[in-house]
């Protein structure tokens, strides 16, 4: 499994992890905040998204956790902080479960562990690998983002749509399958690493009593709620939301 990773800066790693139907582009606001705080981030495509390979699926949450461990592997990185939007903090909170010696800091981030509607995901899967990305695309931005803000912000708003638009549709449909169903939270409570839980206060796609449910199970956990921020808050809200990671990861310095 080649993951396709970007690296950037010197010091702590901090791992990004992207959602679902994006690439690592989509933590572009966040990469130079972290560099010039002394970290170094390595930011990837999850399995079957951007450049990195796109494996038949069924793709499980297991996948797409022990992809992460590889990357560490390969980059020789013994632990790091992780963070996750979305799928990525799907991801984060299976490794917080499962790979605890490999993870300092948990960033859990528009996120669930739960996220039901098993039908819509699975229906999803159906429908992009019979019809292509091209209607999930034109909807994702909705999801993604405030009116107000894409009003605001058209080119860019349109720019990032293309990363849905062309990603893999059996990727896409891979990860909608490790989504669907998916139940993380029995084992909350064993995640030792001290967590950060940002939700949406707009996120339609997974509201913010998904972020509290996980800041209630993980004994160690923050939680905060961004105003003014649909699902992709890591743009919406870039300086509150990169503050918020900032003050986190260098917490435990």
């Known amino acids: 499994m080649k993951v396709h990773h970007e690296t950037a800066g010197d010091g702590d790693v901090v791992v990004l992890s992207n959602s679902i139907g994006s690439t690592l582009r989509m933590w572009e606001p966040q990469v130079k905040p972290l560099v010039d705080n002394g970290f170094r981030v390595v930011r990837y495509d999850t399995r079957g998204h951007g450049k990195s390979d796109v494996p038949p699926g069924p793709y499980?949450?297991?996948d797409l956790g022990g992809d992460v461990v590889e990357l560490l592997d390969t980059l020789a990185v013994e632990s790091a902080h992780f963070v996750g939007l979305s799928l990525g903090g799907m991801t984060g909170a299976w490794l917080g479960q499962h790979a605890p010696s490999r993870i300092r800091t948990l960033a859990l981030t528009f996120t669930s562990v739960k996220p039901g509607n098993v039908?819509?995901?699975?229906g999803r899967a159906r429908q992009v690998r019979a019809e292509g990305m091209g209607?999930?695309?034109?909807?994702s931005i909705g999801r993604w983002f405030t009116r107000d803000w894409i009003s605001a912000h058209p080119e860019l708003a349109a720019e990032l749509q293309q990363m849905t638009a062309t990603t893999p549709a059996e990727g896409y449909a891979s990860c909608?399958?490790?989504?669907a169903g998916l139940d993380l939270t029995a084992a909350l409570s064993t995640v030792s690493a001290p967590t950060l839980v940002i939700s949406g206060a707009d996120d339609a796609a997974l509201p913010s009593s998904h972020g509290q449910v996980i800041a209630d199970g993980i004994?160690?956990?923050?939680?905060?709620?961004?105003g003014h921020a649909a699902h992709l808050g890591s743009?919406?809200?870039a300086e509150r939301f990169t503050g918020l990671i900032l003050e986190h990861v260098k917490g435990t310095r």
């Open 60 to 62: 499980s949450i297991a």
């Open 176 to 179: 909608c399958e490790a989504i």
């Open 219 to 226: 004994p160690d956990a923050r939680f905060e709620v961004l």
């Open 135 to 139: 209607e999930i695309a034109e909807g």
């Open 119 to 122: 039908e819509m995901w699975t």
């Open 235 to 237: 743009y919406e809200q």
